[in-house]
């Protein structure tokens, strides 16, 4: 399938943005685990740099890989997505009290990343197979909403709360894409709102001090109220051009909580300063940016649908890992694209720009 | 081209279809980009003085505000676990530079080791550097003042104010109260702890176990800065507790010192019951411990001397203690009697002293005999051969349905912790347990309260209360209000009856008037438990730790466990009381006096309030 005509329309843009991300990604994470009493690079560093090599594999595949078989064959995706989250309730590993990995002897995988992508491609197969031009009403949306529920409720029972409210709004956000009435789209907005008092009633005590806590983790000084203040004191302290690299304090000093994964956000603000940020932010947003542009350009629905969900999944990442490690909004353990520590997160995140790019390239071809 | 791909129905047939849709989401990524950028303008360019200040020094500290836990009350209000404030010696692991300077500094004043020292400060160390760790909690006034006047050379180190649990009875409430302590890491693992931290005391025991949510209140917490000598410089943060609720008990502080002291040097259990409602007056169970110790971190040695201790002060005999019912247990019989038809209050048999079944003779304790006994006098007397017989003529499982309705052999749902359900010996009971079929001789043993029978006090008292109050079986309370800090009633627990018995009011007369003349009548067993001006009720028992054969052949010395149950008065009954004294031998001369004590309390405090009351107005 490699020809001459598809490697003349790979989209290099993407690919070399993504490149520089995965390269900044790596030597942020390089600084993140930086071991200072050895003087070395810890084996989360090695461990994603094979991740990295891996991922960019995965993109090719991905890029050359016609993306309408996805299309055939995205419900058996997704119902085997849906077996994977039950493996992990029902023999996951437990980690900090949640369930959210599968292990093979030292190698474990989180099978809620890889469930984000499979309800896309299940997502996008139902709106471009059921097209309705004036926009679905509710009758036509049950479908769309119980496949995302599925997958979403299982996620809460790991409990992995920041995941499952993800996957909500990624559904949404295409709900909205592939043309809501406005009818609907008000009444689920309601029914949302109202909805919550019910289930509220229905947590236990710990549970309810748990989403207290997450909501508002001032309340709880000594926990997620101490890591926001740690993350706000690491970027805050960047200034302006930042401290360098590998001489961020907070970072280094292990004040923060998840440097590696949640926060790495943090550390790279405190090391790069604004500006190191601000480019890292614009660089992504042309990413997602181009996403869209493409979304809009593929020639059939199945490719506008996906490269916008893809799109979307991009974007709510950043942003809301973004707002979370600035204060903005609750700490609700998000990563963030390229940059966080996770296998599974980078290699969904591989797949899904190696799919943007494979839409983006067959839009040339009539 | 892509061989094949014709097949997709969905080609868009204008190209420009999603054109509005790609403008509407590029905004958005504008939009949502500007603010991200935005607020980091805000926190490095606005604010980035202020915390490049905060991460120059590294000094962010956090405190946390532990919050009081609730206190618990008997019924009067009195306070039985409260709290006292107390000062923890703690440190900032990350800044101390010289762990054994500081052990060696340390070590004879705080009265540690200074190798135990130095290895908690390595610990602390190396698993959470920046974690305030305590060293020792609840140190002495001299303590305190030794490293605050030593500031300068125990750097990192300080003093942090906290409350610590007080038990001020001591030993008196011990099972009732139970008592807390800091939370092991295998708790912090499991289901039910999530959401609790390292160095949490919790309810280990007793009302502070079951209600330990209830009581523990929400943690607040301080964050500050603070200088190189650890000062505080300015606080950033405040939030603060939220106070755990209080818990009203049902039990008399009053009744429970004067059966602790009729209880001195014995070993059994005391509990007594308003049979009215339900209510716990009494819970009492010895030998006992003192809630107290296990607060400080209790020592290996103690520790130890506890758990080893045979006559296990940690059970609450009360509840988890099983001990055959003995001659308590004639009363079952009676009932099943009365109810099934097979004997009439008026039924006579002659006692000889012996009963012969079988091929050997089953001793009536009073080797010569009764002579001709009717019901009143047999339960009075507490003639064995008579209830052979009634026994026998109702058969195993006729009793045990009747033990089982009186609340014998299952828990009664008080809601602590290990409540035991004891054994109510059927026929089906032995085929299931045993695999062997009943021999009628055994049926012998039970309708006299022995052989494979095994009830709690508790189960007695059920019983008792419902004999008292004409047959309702009443859920055992011992929480009675759970109150804000503030004094609001949060949540009453209501009596509940489980059960109303299926039994004849007539026949719960004649047990009443039989228990009366236990106590007040000549031969009465119960002659101990008499009161001067108020009519009580009751009826004694004695369990044989052994059996008769094995004492015959001096197999032991151990005396039987003693019983009493009683109710007072028997017209109107206001409270049920249950005694056993272990080893104590009969339970006339063991235990009834000892309910005697706590009836005559119970009617003397009556009298003084309604005095005081009469007075008053």
């Known amino acids: 399938m490699i020809n001459q005509k598809g490697l003349r329309n790979f989209d290099f843009f993407l690919f070399f943005l993504t490149l520089i991300l995965l390269l900044a990604g790596l030597i942020n994470l390089y600084s993140a685990t930086f071991n200072q009493s050895s003087g070395g690079a810890s084996s989360i560093f090695y461990r994603q740099i094979y991740w990295t090599a891996l991922g960019i594999l995965t993109l090719l595949i991905f890029a050359f890989f016609d993306y309408h078989s996805f299309e055939n064959y995205s419900y058996h995706l997704y119902v085997l997505s849906i077996a994977l989250l039950l493996l992990v309730l029902i023999g996951g590993k437990t980690v900090g009290g949640a369930k959210r990995?599968?292990?093979?002897?030292?190698?474990?995988?989180q099978p809620s990343e890889f469930a984000k992508l499979c309800l896309i491609f299940a997502l996008c197969r139902y709106f471009s197979h059921n097209p309705i031009p004036d926009g679905y009403g509710l009758f036509q949306i049950i479908i769309p909403i119980a496949i995302s529920s599925i997958p979403a409720i299982l996620i809460?029972?790991?409990?992995?709360?920041?995941?499952?409210?993800?996957?909500?709004?990624?559904?949404?956000?295409?709900?909205?894409?592939a043309g809501l009435r406005l009818y609907a789209l008000l009444f689920m907005v309601i029914a949302g709102v109202l909805s919550t008092p019910v289930l509220w009633e229905f947590l236990k005590d710990y549970q309810k001090k748990r989403i207290i806590y997450f909501l508002n983790p001032e309340l709880d000084p000594l926990g997620s109220g101490y890591h926001l203040l740690q993350s706000k004191i690491a970027i805050g302290s960047g200034k302006l051009i930042g401290k360098g690299f590998l001489e961020g304090k907070q970072g280094q000093l292990h004040f923060l909580p998840e440097g590696h994964t949640d926060f790495i956000f943090s550390v790279f603000a405190e090391e790069w300063g604004f500006i190191?940020?601000?480019?890292?932010?614009?660089?992504?947003?042309?990413?997602?940016?181009?996403?869209?542009?493409?979304?809009?350009?593929?020639?059939?629905?199945?490719?506008?649908?996906?490269?916008?969900?893809?799109?979307?999944?991009?974007?709510?990442?950043?942003?809301?890992?973004?707002?979370?490690v600035t204060g903005l909004?609750?700490?609700?353990?998000?990563?963030?694209?390229?940059?966080?520590?996770?296998?599974?997160?980078?290699?969904?995140?591989m797949t899904s720009i190696g799919i943007l790019i494979n839409i983006s390239m067959k839009r040339n071809i009539f | 081209m892509i061989p094949g791909s014709e097949i997709y129905s969905d080609y868009k047939e204008d190209p420009d279809e999603f054109l509005t849709r790609t403008r509407i989401t590029v905004s958005l990524v504008l939009i949502i980009f500007l603010i991200l950028i935005g607020r980091l303008f805000y926190l490095q360019i606005?604010?980035?003085?202020?915390?490049?200040?905060?991460?120059?020094n590294n000094r962010i500290r956090v405190y946390r505000i532990q919050a009081p836990r609730g206190l618990i009350k008997d019924r009067e209000g009195r306070i039985i676990a409260s709290n006292r404030p107390s000062f923890d010696l703690v440190f900032m692991p990350s800044e101390i530079r010289n762990p054994r300077a500081a052990a060696k500094i340390l070590s004879p004043v705080i009265n540690m080791k200074e190798e135990e020292i130095e290895s908690?400060?390595?610990?602390?160390?190396?698993e959470a550097s920046f974690r305030i760790t305590r060293l020792k909690r609840d140190i002495t006034m001299n303590e305190v003042s030794f490293v605050e006047s030593n500031r300068l050379d125990l750097?990192?180190?300080?003093?942090?104010?906290?409350?610590?649990?007080?038990?001020?009875?001591?030993?008196?409430?011990?099972?009732?109260?139970?008592y807390i302590s800091e939370i092991t890491k295998k708790e912090l693992q499991s289901e039910e702890y999530s959401g609790y931290k390292m160095g949490d005391f919790i309810g280990k025991y007793g009302i502070e176990r079951i209600w330990d949510k209830t009581l523990r209140g929400i943690d607040g917490g301080r964050q500050v800065e603070v200088d190189a000598f650890g000062r505080e410089i300015s606080p950033i943060k405040e939030v603060e507790p939220i106070p755990g609720h209080d818990l009203k008990t049902t039990v008399d502080l009053d009744l429970q010192i004067v059966a602790e002291e009729a209880m001195q040097g014995k070993n059994g259990a005391v509990i007594a019951m308003d049979p009215r409602n339900g209510e716990i007056l009494v819970m009492l169970s010895h030998p006992a411990f003192d809630p107290n110790e296990f607060i400080a971190g209790i020592s290996r040695e103690k520790w130890l001397n506890i758990i080893e201790n045979p006559d296990k002060p940690l059970m609450n005999r009360c509840i988890q203690g099983i001990y055959p019912p003995g001659s308590t247990f004639k009363l079952v019989t009676a009932i099943a009697g009365l109810e099934e038809g097979v004997i009439t209050p008026d039924t006579i048999l002659y006692c000889p002293g012996y009963y012969p079944f079988g091929n050997r003779n089953f001793k009536c304790w009073k080797e010569k005999g009764h002579g001709s006994v009717n019901l009143h006098r047999a339960i009075v007397e507490s003639c064995d051969v008579y209830f052979y017989q009634v026994g026998l003529r109702t058969g195993v499982d006729t009793l045990s349905h009747y033990a089982r309705m009186l609340g014998l052999g299952v828990q009664t749902g008080i809601g602590l912790l290990n409540e035991k359900d004891g054994i109510i010996p059927s026929s089906s009971w032995k085929r299931l347990v045993l695999g062997e079929d009943w021999f009628e001789g055994e049926t012998l043993s039970v309708a006299i309260g022995q052989g494979y029978t095994s009830i709690t006090p508790i189960q007695l008292l059920t019983l008792v209360s419902a004999i008292a109050n004409g047959g309702k079986v009443y859920m055992p309370i011992i929480v009675s209000e759970i109150v804000s800090r503030e004094g609001f009633l949060l949540q009453k627990y209501l009596p509940t009856i489980v059960r109303e018995l299926d039994i004849n009011p007539s026949t719960?007369?004649?047990?009443?008037?039989?228990?009366?003349?236990?106590?007040?009548?000549?031969?009465?067993?119960?002659?101990?438990?008499?009161?001067?001006?108020?009519?009580?009720?009751?009826k004694t028992g004695t369990a044989q730790v052994i059996s008769y054969d094995s004492r015959r052949n001096g197999g032991t010395k151990l005396d039987d466990h003693a019983w009493f149950i009683s109710f007072a008065p028997v017209k109107g009954p206001e409270l049920a009381i249950v005694v056993l004294v272990e080893h104590g031998g009969h339970g006339a001369t063991a235990a009834a006096p000892i309910a005697r004590k706590i009836l005559s309390a119970y009617f003397e405090k009556k009298k003084r309030a309604q005095n005081d009351k009469s007075k008053g107005s």
Request: negative net charge; glycine residues 10%.
């Open chain 1, 329 to 349: 909004i609750p700490v609700v353990g998000i990563p963030m694209p390229f940059m966080s520590y996770g296998g599974s997160f980078l290699l969904t995140t």
């Open chain 1, 101 to 109: 990995w599968i292990g093979f002897g030292s190698f474990t995988i």
């Open chain 2, 120 to 126: 908690i400060i390595e610990e602390a160390k190396e």
């Open chain 2, 508 to 538: 719960l007369e004649i047990i009443r008037d039989a228990m009366y003349g236990v106590v007040n009548q000549p031969h009465g067993t119960g002659w101990s438990a008499r009161l001067p001006d108020v009519e009580v009720g009751g």
């Open chain 1, 156 to 177: 809460l029972f790991e409990p992995d709360l920041g995941t499952s409210a993800l996957l909500m709004i990624m559904a949404f956000s295409l709900f909205v894409y």
């Open chain 1, 276 to 324: 190191g940020a601000v480019v890292l932010l614009i660089a992504l947003a042309m990413i997602i940016i181009k996403g869209f542009l493409i979304a809009g350009n593929a020639r059939d629905r199945f490719g506008t649908y996906v490269a916008a969900s893809i799109s979307f999944y991009l974007l709510w990442h950043t942003a809301i890992n973004v707002a979370m």
């Open chain 2, 46 to 56: 606005l604010k980035g003085e202020y915390y490049r200040h905060l991460s120059e």
């Open chain 2, 155 to 178: 750097p990192g180190f300080f003093i942090v104010s906290q409350t610590v649990r007080n038990y001020p009875y001591l030993t008196v409430l011990s099972h009732l109260t139970g």
